[in-house]
Structure formats: structure tokens, C-alpha cells
């Protein structure tokens, strides 16, 4: 994308030519939804193999708009409407990548992938073992996830748990309008499958996102604040949370938070989250699901089994209650806030 500048036409003459017009890049500014929009555009413009469905997101392009305009460009043989079937979604999605295109299925929503969980778990993920890696599964599942939007009952899950759980997928979050572009395009042209989810209360995130240059490649942590006393780990929709809690433990209690996101979930990049927790010798995790077996306690096992000689106070978990999602007016009490990541942090920092 170029803008042009005009030149005056006409000269005086000892003067040289000026160029009639310069070419700058601009760098777009989008929202979170828009750069997931501009990331499945390019990547179908890039390879003809690429298609995009699900439930309404062709005529209407989707309940977000995040397909907008695609079946207009592409045509409705590469972005089409399927019925409520989310377990007839996979399994065409399979079968394509069997038959060598790139599918990019939409869930509508988090909850509705249950459905579908026998197709994933039971065939998308086992394939390319089951073929000694002969048959790849560039399959990219895409989730609108998480709650923070007012929503009713199974439009709100965290479900990353049970992807985790199920070897053969890679479990991708992103947090920024410049990590929904480029980690989308780099699921897109993975061998293995992926469950790529999108967090829907950051839809309307908006910065500017450098299409050109990509970013850091999946598998790879982000530092969103660098910090000295508590490490705190997180990713998708609550990185905005832990960056407000930073802040707020700065101006109130002079309390130095090193914000991680993780932005894959797997691969993991440990490397940077066992760096960090040497250097604070502090780690506070914080997710939106349930607090029994999420992901928060995977990483505070793994970091006490690896770090233990490296921490000062056990590892805490700011997370959500272990029962079923509540009730649109009962939400911001259910997820974890900035008070609930203080509490943490302030627990921790008591540790002699």
C-alpha cells in the first residue's frame, strides 16, 4: 500500500525535474478483527489453495465481521457457508487437507467446538502420526474464545486445556492486532494442525500493523513490560489486563512487573519464561479458565519442577472459578481482573 504525493507539473529553468509523484509505505492501522481479515486475505491471495468456511461467514462474513468482503474477492469456491454441523466442518477439513488444499474452518464460537471434539482429537490430530508423516494437516482451525463480551451460555469458554492435552496441536493466542496477522499467516502455512484462538473482547483493538515485516515467528514469547520483581504469564485477552495491573503496582506500590505474553500456548517458549523467573525469582500465572488443571498449573508445575532453586515463593494462579460460566451480569465478578492479579502479587512479594 503506497501513498502518492503530488508534484508541481512545471519547473523554472535552472531548476531540475522534481519526480512527479513518491512512493511511501504506510502502515495501516487495524483492529484486532480487521488484521485477522487482512491475514486470511493475503494468504488466500498468496496460494490458491487456501479456503476459508463456516458457519456465516461468507454472505454474512461472520458474526464478527472478520470474513467480510472474502467470498466477494475469492468467489464462493474458496469462502462458503456450511451448515450447523462444527463435526462436518472438521471433517471436510480434514478430508481437504488429505486432498492437498490449506482449510481454514471458522467455530463460531468457543463453546461450539465441542461437536467437532472427536474429529480434532481423535483424527485431526493423530494424522500426520498416523501416516509416519507422509499426509501433512495444514489445517487452521479458527476460534473466537474467551469471555468479556456480555454473551450467553457457550459463547464464553476457555477451551486451550483441551487442545493442550491433545499432542498433534499447536495452540495459538493472540493478544495484538500485529500477532493476529502474522500468527495467523504463519498457521496458515504450518504442516501440522492448528487451533488458532482469537480472543473477542480484543476484536476492536486497534494499532498499526506492519504487513510487510513480519513478526516474531510462532513459538516465540513476547516481553510486553520488561520488570524486576514478579514475573507475570499470560496471553490472549488478559495481556491488556496484566499490562493495566503493572501500572497500577508501579504508581501504588512501587512493584516492578515483568509482563509476559505467551502467545503460543504450543509450542511453548519456556526458554523466555525460565529466563524471566530466574531473574525476579518470582512467577504469577493468569488465565481466564477454571482454575483446576489449566494451563496455569501445567506452568507452575513445570516451573517448580525446572526453577525450584531459582524461586522465592511458590508459583500463584490468578484465574477463573471452577464452574460453568456465569451469566452475563455475573462475568466481571468470574473473571480474573487486576484485582485478583494484585492479590497474587502481593501474596508472592510477602514470601521472605
Avoid at 487495524?30 to 491475514?39: D, F, K, P, V
Avoid at 486451550?160 to 492435552?165: I, P, V
Amino acid at each position: 500500500m503506497t501513498q502518492i504525493i503530488e508534484r508541481p507539473s512545471t519547473f523554472g529553468e535552472d531548476e531540475p525535474p522534481e519526480p512527479l509523484m513518491t512512493a511511501m509505505p504506510v502502515v495501516p492501522t487495524l483492529t484486532l478483527a480487521q488484521a485477522i481479515n487482512r491475514a486470511l486475505h493475503d494468504a488466500m491471495a498468496c496460494n490458491d489453495r487456501v479456503l476459508v468456511f463456516g458457519e456465516d461467514v461468507a454472505t454474512l462474513g461472520g458474526v464478527f465481521r472478520v470474513t467480510e468482503g472474502l467470498a466477494e474477492t475469492f468467489g464462493a469456491q474458496r469462502c462458503f457457508d456450511t451448515p450447523l454441523a462444527e463435526s462436518a466442518i472438521v471433517g471436510i477439513a480434514i478430508g481437504m487437507a488429505v486432498r492437498g488444499l490449506i482449510p481454514v474452518p471458522e467455530i463460531q464460537f468457543d463453546g461450539f467446538a465441542a461437536p467437532a471434539f472427536d474429529q480434532i482429537v481423535s483424527h485431526l490430530a493423530k494424522y500426520r502420526t498416523r501416516t509416519h508423516g507422509d499426509v501433512d494437516m495444514p489445517v487452521t482451525i479458527r476460534i473466537p474464545s474467551f469471555g468479556g463480551i456480555g454473551a450467553v451460555e457457550h459463547h464464553s469458554e476457555s477451551t486451550e486445556t483441551h487442545w493442550l492435552h491433545t499432542a498433534g496441536l499447536k495452540v495459538v493466542v493472540p493478544s495484538t492486532p500485529s500477532d493476529a496477522y502474522w500468527l495467523l499467516r504463519q498457521s496458515i502455512t504450518s504442516r501440522d494442525p492448528v487451533i488458532y484462538l482469537e480472543p473477542k473482547r480484543r476484536y476492536w483493538a486497534r494499532e498499526p500493523v506492519d504487513t510487510s515485516t513480519p513478526g516474531l515467528p510462532l513459538g516465540r514469547a513476547a516481553i510486553r513490560r520488561p520488570g524486576a520483581d514478579v514475573t507475570v504469564l499470560t496471553y490472549g485477552p488478559l495481556v491488556a489486563t496484566a499490562l493495566s495491573a503493572a501500572d497500577i503496582a508501579a504508581e501504588h506500590h512501587g512493584w516492578s512487573l515483568e509482563v509476559i505474553d505467551l502467545r503460543t500456548l504450543n509450542p511453548l517458549d519456556f526458554e523466555a519464561v525460565s529466563e524471566s523467573v530466574r531473574r525476579t525469582g518470582r512467577a504469577v500465572v493468569m488465565h481466564e479458565g477454571p482454575r483446576t488443571l489449566g494451563f496455569g498449573a501445567e506452568l507452575a508445575a513445570r516451573i517448580s519442577e525446572e526453577l525450584f532453586y531459582d524461586l522465592e515463593s511458590p508459583v500463584l494462579r490468578a484465574t477463573g472459578f471452577d464452574t460453568p460460566y456465569p451469566p452475563a451480569r455475573l462475568e466481571k465478578l468470574w473473571l480474573p481482573g487486576v484485582d485478583r492479579l494484585l492479590d497474587c502479587v502481593e501474596r508472592t512479594l510477602e514470601q521472605p
